[in-house]
């Protein structure tokens, strides 16, 4: 296992963990500045800005893109709305390859408005990912799905597990040595998870470990959505699963990924980072 004292080098930060405070060029300067070497920014960020300047603004500071947060959820009430959905992460893949990004990550929906049926929704995740599969391999980027807590079954992802995502991987992309088809861990989403150790084992036996977010899951969580603990604060066995994901072949930057509206995204982005780093080191 890496030791991860001293080498913020080798450590990402998930913009969303400093709150959107600041614009997205004062963002990557202050992550670059805490000397990390890689950020990944979402779109919300970016909906103003020039792509390629942005890019530009990266390479010149030295940060590289694990990922471009995030798609658009798949899963709608009509065909027309479906078909937008994929259009639409197709263009947020292009400009997610114009940042450099080494993954899309997929967060896929579940539920559209007045739905019960998700296993509709499940279908309709798996009847649009070839295509988008498609257009990954031939514009150079991956597609890692992010597997969510079940807590947000209703709304956010009908994939809700580490093994689920690993079977939809499989059905849609088959066994291969160079996969396209990836999944992002987040240790949020997937700790309490009985089969993580073999889940972590197949998906690494298959190279589909493309992004591994850290953070931690507060014991009186205040909200689901975020009220999310900064390394170490938590109840979360980081080290064991970082421990597991990397034994099964994961070498990628470890990336913290905190939604606090609270707590951190109050706090200066200087000392969020300064602390991430610490905590990165001593509790991760
Ligand atoms: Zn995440």
Request: proline residues 4%; neutral net charge; hydrophobic residues 40%.
């Amino acid at each position: 296992m890496r030791d991860l004292a001293g080498t913020k080098e080798a450590c990402s930060i998930n913009t969303a963990t400093l709150g959107f405070q600041k614009p997205i060029r004062q963002t990557i300067d202050a992550i670059a500045r805490a000397g990390f070497r890689y950020a990944s920014p979402w779109r919300r960020e970016l909906k103003d800005e020039s792509i390629k300047a942005v890019a530009k603004h990266l390479s010149d500071a030295k940060i590289a893109v694990p990922g471009y947060y995030r798609s658009t959820f798949l899963p709608a009430a009509d065909k027309a709305q479906r078909r937008f959905a994929i259009d639409d992460n197709k263009r947020a893949m292009d400009d997610a390859i114009t940042l450099g990004a080494e993954y899309f990550p997929l967060v896929v929906g579940s539920l559209h408005e007045g739905s019960k049926n998700i296993t509709e929704a499940r279908k309709q995740v798996l009847d649009a990912l070839p295509e988008l599969l498609e257009y990954a391999r031939r514009n150079g980027i991956k597609l890692a799905i992010e597997p969510l807590h079940p807590v947000y079954a209703a709304d956010r992802s009908c994939i809700l597990s580490l093994s689920h995502a690993l079977d939809v991987c499989d059905a849609i992309e088959g066994t291969t040595r160079e996969p396209s088809l990836g999944i992002l861990f987040d240790v949020y989403h997937c700790w309490w998870d009985h089969n993580l150790p073999h889940d972590i084992a197949r998906a690494g036996a298959q190279r589909r470990i493309f992004g591994f977010h850290v953070n931690d899951w507060l014991r009186n969580t205040n909200d689901i959505l975020n009220d999310r603990g900064m390394m170490g604060d938590g109840v979360i066995d980081l080290r064991g699963i970082r421990g597991m994901v990397e034994a099964a072949g994961f070498n990628g930057p470890v990336e913290v990924e905190i939604f606090s509206a609270n707590d951190w995204w109050k706090k200066p982005l200087e000392e969020t980072l300064k602390i991430a780093a610490a905590r990165l080191a001593t509790s991760t």
